[in-house]
């Protein structure tokens, strides 16, 4: 069974940093494209990033581009979400995300974790 | 960005009737639009991708349709565990987007 797992969130001040991490189980997490989504309290999804199965392809949505750094250790089988420069407005549920196929970092996502919650404010 | 753009807002239908949600696009997504459930205090579940493929373990009353800029999801003879929030999205070009979002509620 197919498992992911976010960790990290908490209250943080506007400006702080936050890392986010997700573990994940159930499949081989080196050959798939990951994703970080939000989701702000009443409003609909957002695509935060998505980071290709090897590690070497980032994309970001402008809203965290320059902010937000997408990462993964295929070892500890985790991806992570380093969010820096924190604002009201990051404050979300945020989700990871796995690609429902192989080797295609941008495909839809067929599994999520129940996500962690990230508030910014003083 | 490709605005992904869902109609109606709310949608107030009876168990058993036949529910249908459209999606339509800012510009082409040629066939790369999936469709997601979500009910409160869970992520989404994807449903339907590549605009009219169902996923694994999704049930045969849902069906998507449509390519280029609009697109459709029907959901035939509705159960009562259908009543959720659906929301489109596109994979065409990043960013990735979302739609705002249709509610399914019980009339």
């Known amino acids: 069974e197919v498992q992911l797992l976010e960790s990290g969130g908490g209250l943080v001040q506007p400006g702080g940093s936050l890392r986010l991490s997700c573990a994940g189980s159930?499949?081989?997490?080196?050959?798939?494209?990951m994703s970080w989504v939000r989701q702000a309290p009443g409003k609909g999804p957002e695509w935060v990033s998505a980071?290709?199965?090897?590690?070497?392809?980032?994309y970001y949505g402008d809203s965290v581009k320059g902010r937000f750094t997408i990462s993964r250790d295929n070892s500890k089988n985790t991806l992570y979400l380093q969010m820096n420069s924190l604002r009201a407005e990051d404050t979300a549920v945020y989700f990871c995300?796995?690609?429902?196929?192989?080797?295609?970092?941008?495909?839809?996502?067929?599994?999520w974790g129940q996500g962690t919650l990230v508030t910014v404010s003083p | 960005e490709i605005v992904l753009t869902q109609s109606p807002a709310t949608l107030s239908l009876s168990p058993g009737e036949r529910a249908t949600l459209s999606c339509r696009a800012s510009?082409?997504?040629?066939?790369?639009l999936a469709w997601y459930q979500q009910k409160p205090g869970q992520a989404p579940r994807l449903l339907i991708y590549?605009?009219?493929n169902r996923a694994t373990g999704i049930p045969a009353r849902f069906s998507g349709s449509g390519s280029g800029t609009d697109f459709t999801l029907t959901i035939n003879s509705l159960e009562p565990e259908d009543f959720a929030v659906y929301y489109c999205?596109?994979?065409?070009?990043?960013?990735?987007?979302f739609g705002q979002g249709t509610r399914l509620e019980i009339k």
């Open positions: 995300a796995k690609a429902r196929i192989t080797h295609d970092s941008s495909d839809f996502p067929d599994q």
């Open positions: 159930g499949f081989i997490f080196s050959t798939y494209g």
């Open positions: 980071l290709s199965a090897s590690g070497t392809a980032t």
């Open positions: 510009q082409s997504v040629s066939s790369n």
């Open positions: 590549d605009a009219s």
């Open positions: 999205q596109q994979r065409r070009n990043w960013p990735i987007t």
